[in-house]
């Protein structure tokens, strides 16, 4: 594909193969639609409404799962800058209100575990964390978002739950 539009792209990804969707998304295609539908019936967007839950999703995971910048994560999606920080941070905020409704199964694989999936971690060092407890990510050339050290661990955590809790055998 080259240079599709994000709708386009997001579509590619849904109906793809498994295991490349699999790669990219750290969850299976079942999980991701369930885990858009609970986002899109217990939350509230402020994405424009031609950017979908699941193209939202996919730029989200661009950037945690893979690691990649805002920059290029924008680039890849076909948005600007700015649009991709929003929908990263509208984002970030839907799985906080997962975690604040949904408890965490017992069963669910602990934080330090699972961080591995998630590459924005990569840099992060525990005990070395910077006093105001924020943390950069999707850095590229001062592209990135400051973004609260805890939140993104109890998005992650959420994460990581709903995928543990759907995930298909």
Known sequence: ??????????????????????????????????????????????????????????????????????KSTAYGWDHDVKLTQSIFLDILNALQVLREKEEISPSCPSFNTTKSRWRVLRSWRPGKSRMDGLLKVGDESGDGLEVNQEMLIQALTALNNFIHEHKEF
């Open 1 to 70: 594909m080259t240079n599709p539009s994000g709708a386009e792209r997001a579509r590619y990804l849904l109906n793809g193969v498994p295991n490349r969707f699999y790669d990219f998304a750290h969850m299976d295609q079942i999980t991701f639609v369930q885990l858009a539908d609970w986002l899109t019936e217990n939350t509230k967007s402020n994405t424009p409404e031609s950017i979908s839950i699941e193209e939202s999703l996919f730029v989200f995971l661009d950037i945690v799962a893979q690691g990649n910048s805002f």
